[in-house]
């Protein structure tokens, strides 16, 4: 994971330097863009994950909680048996 992102991390200095030398005069306006937009795609990406797990995981909870539900049934049921004898 630290390679994945040091690498991907590492094109950013590359991206700038090319739009400082194809447009010297407007540098500041493209970098500020470039940066917005990084930014912007690693806040959709976060979102986007966050979604992803938050809706997988949510199924996988209620399946735990039904099953301490079901364990805690069965064990009031053994407890009452239990009495019986």
């Keep these: 994971m630290m390679l994945w992102g040091c690498l991907s991390w ?11 030398r194809s447009a010297p ?5 493209s970098i500020g863009i470039n940066v917005s937009a990084m930014h912007l795609g690693v806040a959709l990406g976060a979102g986007s994950g966050g ?5 997988c ?9 039904d099953c301490k ?3 805690e049934r069965d064990s009031t049921r053994l407890s009452r048996r239990a009495d019986c004898l």
């Design 10 to 20: 590492s094109i950013s200095p590359i991206v700038q330097n090319y739009l400082i």
């Design 25 to 29: 005069d407007q540098a500041d306006v």
């Design 51 to 55: 979604l992803l797990v938050d809706s």
């Design 57 to 65: 995981s949510a199924p996988r909870a209620r399946k735990v909680e």
């Design 69 to 71: 539900r079901s364990m």
